[in-house]
């Protein structure tokens, strides 16, 4: 099971208002997406699988709607634990301000760990 695809999956079965989960950025002018990516984690005995997964949302015009968005995101992460069976774990580690300054967007990223059971 790859946990990125599950955790975009879900992302998109709770984002609403125009906005989309991708694994990679999208081409074109979007004004709001998210971006999910895997930073790191250990693997345990071959059956635990703890990812470190980044959730980065962008806004275009709007640091307030960005912001609030990632707080959603943050608030409703524990969800993924009923969403996948196979989710034994999902908490968030940290919720940084962090501006993409190349593209020009407001950027909030959400650190999660999930706990998979592989």
Avoid at 35 to 60: C, F, H, N
Avoid at 77 to 95: F, Q
Wanted: aromatic share 10%.
């Amino acid at each position: 099971m790859n946990i990125e695809a599950t955790v975009i999956t879900w992302l998109n079965s709770i984002l609403d208002d125009g906005w989309i989960a991708y694994g990679d950025k999208p081409k074109g002018e979007n004004a709001e997406f998210v971006l999910v990516d895997r930073t790191g984690g250990p693997r345990e005995s071959m059956v635990l699988d703890q990812a470190e997964i980044l959730i980065e949302v962008y806004e275009k015009n709007s640091r307030s709607a960005a912001s609030i968005k990632a707080d959603n995101i943050a608030d409703r992460i524990i969800e993924l634990e009923a969403y996948a069976s196979n989710i034994t774990r999902a908490k968030v580690n940290s919720v940084v301000n962090l501006d993409d300054t190349v593209d020009s967007y407001y950027r909030y990223q959400i650190y999660c760990d999930v706990f998979n059971r592989r």
